[in-house]
């Protein structure tokens, strides 16, 4: 298939990028800069200039390929206002694309997160939490599966709070930036909430199959460690880093504080069964040994 990626530079899209180029597929990534261009290039990728803002370019970019995989997201957590702009781009070029793909079958994944339910593993049928900094991105989501009824073969791959590659990534990837900036390896609550994970190049193969086989208006969970206690990350990291290993205020973490003192663990069985996904990538834990102090 040729696909379009956006997104494609990043932590999970460079990922994505390599899976499909290493099966078969031909690439065209939206790039933002001469540098993310060069880089979609050196992968083996075409890329096409233009920004998620740039709706010109989201739907050039959709126009003349067989799917789409969307990824990209500005990932800017430092204020409420900054994450609701960061949604409120994404549900644009989104609705875009989505207008672009009506009627003609063609595959649009798109990311989501895993939702959290108490007391239990969530799984692919629970929905997605619509409140909380980044209840507009489910919305958005859910818009996107809608387009099924509207000839589009949608699909939303969900992802769990830390997507992972040599160490870096995610939430755990935040723990680590905050621990080197403040000197303590903290964590929120009492630390026995859990966070599920997996590997960027485990993800990467889920998104391949998710679009080259889902039916559509279908969620699936790219889940490999179903939970890991915060206290352990927070560990390892303080131990890779030489820091203290402590318990901090929730208000530390910004607009995400509440989100990341909440116990999420969650299950890919129907994922793994249905698509026959299997990870075979380390686990977060032994990842994260890669951190260099
Ligand atoms: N990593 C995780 O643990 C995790 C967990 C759950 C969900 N997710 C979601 O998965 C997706 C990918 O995450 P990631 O960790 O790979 O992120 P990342 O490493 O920060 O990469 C973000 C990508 O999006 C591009 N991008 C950002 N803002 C853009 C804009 N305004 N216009 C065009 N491109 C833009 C970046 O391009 P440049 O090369 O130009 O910077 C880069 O390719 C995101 O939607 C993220 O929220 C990630």
Redo the contacts with the bound molecule.
Sequence with gaps: MRVFV?????????AVVAELLGNGHTVLG????E??AT?LQTAGAKAIR????DLGAVRAGAADVDGVIH?????DFSSPAAVAA?VA??GG?LAALGEELTGSGRPLIT???TPYVPGRLSTEADPLPTEGPVGG?SRSVTAVLDLASHGVRSAAVR??????NEGR???A?LLTQLARRTGVSGYPGDGTQRWPAVH?LDAAVLFRLVLENAPAGTAWHAVSDEGDAVRDIAAVIGRKLGLPVEAIPQESFGPLGPIFATDQPSSSAHTRKTLGWEPSHPSLLADLENIQP
Excluded at 30 to 33: D, E, F, G, N, V
Excluded at 71 to 75: D, E, G, H, K, T
């Design positions: 956006t997104g494609g530079t990043g932590l999970i899209g460079s939206l790039a933002r800069s540098s993310s880089a233009g920004d998620l803002a990824l990209a997201f500005a990932n960061a781009e994404e070029a990311v989501s997160g991105r992802l769990p709070r830390t997507v992972h990534g995610g939430f990837g960027a």
